[in-house]
């Protein structure tokens, strides 16, 4: 499932409302630091880069820093919580801070779900 839009509109639709993301631990490790949380996942290189790492090394995995806004958000996304759970639980913990606290959880969570570091779960 994913974060669409109905309609071309920029609010979620009612399924994805009561959608539940849930961490995806086999496809990444996290780790508090300093309050924020650090998120490590395997880098998915193309054929090119691929190619070139194998030639040269580097790291096979990248470290995803969030601010303290996505880990509050890292934080929920637990199953518990819906995705309208978390635009309220933005809005309440942050106020105007997190102003628009709904575009901002639309798009980080499509941003994660693109990575595969989150998926979520049909509301039950």
Known sequence: MNVDTVAGDTAPSAAVLNARPLRNEESASWELEDGLAVITHAKEFSRLEGWVRDRIGGPGEL?????R?????????????????LVAAL?????????PAAERVQKWLQRMLELGLLRLESGK
């Open 69 to 85: 806004f996505t880990t509050f958000l890292w934080l929920k996304c637990d199953g518990a919580h819906t995705v309208a759970g």
């Open 91 to 99: 809005e309440a913990e942050f106020g105007e801070e997190a102003a």
């Open 63 to 67: 470290r995803r820093p969030l601010d």
